[in-house]
Nanobody
Framework: QVQLVESGGGLVQPGGSLRLSCAAP????????MGWYRQAPGKQRELVADISSGGKIRYVDSVKGRFTISRDNAKNTAYLQMNSLQPEDTAVYYC?????????WGQGTQVTVST
């Protein structure tokens, strides 16, 4: 059973920053693309950003210039640095590892942006 372990969510004021982390098993990390998705109440889960095993990165338009995805292959960990957070960024954020027909999900971490 592959487990992705997320951390770093919480409550932050508008304009603040958070960094999410996702630790994956060494057996899959170097091969799999790593991604972050989010799901707000009443909305569908959406891709926020992903990074391929080779380092190719994609972002949803709404976070470009504010969020940065990265991966540390030595630590088997992916990160999502989130700056200039806004109330509309409030959601449960999920880590995803994907390769070919295989994908795995983390348990989700709540990010709340509010005064």
């Amino acid at each position: 059973q592959v487990q992705l372990v997320e951390s770093g969510g919480g409550l932050v004021q508008p304009g603040g920053s958070l960094r999410l982390s996702c630790a994956a098993p060494e057996s899959i990390f170097s091969l799999y693309a790593m991604g972050w998705y989010r799901q707000a109440p009443g909305k569908q889960r959406e891709l926020v950003a992903d990074i391929s095993s080779g380092g190719k990165i994609r972002y949803v338009d709404s976070v470009k210039g504010r969020f940065t995805i990265s991966r540390d292959n030595a630590k088997n960990t992916a990160y999502l640095q989130m700056n200039s957070l806004q109330p509309e960024d409030t959601a449960v954020y999920y880590c995803n590892a994907a390769w070919s027909l295989y994908q795995y999900w983390g348990q989700g971490t709540q990010v709340t942006v509010s005064t």
